[in-house]
T-cell receptor, first 111, second 113 residues
Framework: EDKVVQSPLSLVVHEGDTVTLNCSYE??????LLWYKQEKKAPTFLFML????IEKKSGRLSSILDKKELSSILNITATQTGDSAIYLC???????????FGTGTSLTVIP | EPEVTQTPSHQVTQMGQEVILRCVPI?????FYWYRQILGQKVEFLVS????????KSEIFDDQFSVERPDGSNFTLKIRSTKLEDSAMYFC???????????FGSGTRLTVV
């Protein structure tokens, strides 16, 4: 079964738009939730979230975890074409030995 | 910035052949992982490795797979007798400690023909 579900599966926006990507999970007692950006090959790390309600921010990207709702969102403001990528959400298993990945949201930003 | 290095970047092999995918994790990291991503599908966990032994493995990681840390720097994934469905991007990752996130390598694209 899918432990991590991301939505939408794909999104096409214009430059300058703001987008919100969703991640919901069914992993109890997880250790952390991570967001990655995947362009051509390897996922690159964006954020790690462990505490509910605390926003992590990096430039135009921000993310927050809601443990009550078992979800996280990734916001990108003033999108640029370079933001086009697949955004992956991953939840760390209680054992700490693996992460469960969602299928990703494919974001396309058109000029 | 330290990085995880994987070689080769692309490997083509005939069905039934053995392949070894190589990874050099970040030098002070202690936790090592292999994931794979079949084209168009999600990233799937294969195996985690700590203290010279497997910590956890998925259903995908059956007897045809093995991992080794033959020396202090390399971490290898061996696939004996490859099948067509083993074609995927294989990612190595390493982490300093659990709960701290980890760094992915750039991947090896394995094509089994």
């Amino acid at each position: 079964e899918d432990k991590v579900v991301q939505s939408p599966l794909s999104l096409v926006v214009h430059e300058g738009d703001t987008v919100t990507l969703n991640c919901s999970y069914e992993v109890t007692n997880f250790r952390s939730l991570l967001w990655y950006k995947q362009e051509k090959k390897a996922p690159t790390f964006l954020f790690m979230l462990t505490s509910s309600g605390i926003e992590k921010k990096s430039g135009r990207l921000s993310s927050i975890l809601d443990k009550k709702e078992l979800s996280s969102i990734l916001n990108i403001t003033a999108t640029q074409t370079g933001d086009s990528a697949i955004y992956l959400c991953a939840v760390e298993a209680p054992t700490g030995n693996q992460f469960y990945f969602g299928t990703g949201t494919s974001l396309t930003v058109i000029p | 910035e330290p990085e995880v290095t994987q070689t080769p970047s692309h490997q083509v092999t005939q069905m039934g052949q053995e392949v070894i995918l190589r990874c050099v994790p970040i030098s002070n990291h202690l936790y090592f992982y292999w994931y794979r991503q079949i084209l168009g599908q999600k990233v799937e966990f294969l195996v985690s490795f700590y203290n010279n032994e497997i910590s956890e493995k998925s259903e995908i990681f059956d007897d045809q797979f093995s991992v080794e840390r033959p020396d202090g720097s390399n971490f290898t994934l061996k696939i004996r007798s490859t099948k067509l469905e083993d074609s995927a991007m294989y990612f190595c990752a390493s982490g300093l400690r659990q709960g701290a996130g980890y760094t992915f390598g750039s991947g090896t694209r394995l094509t089994v023909v």
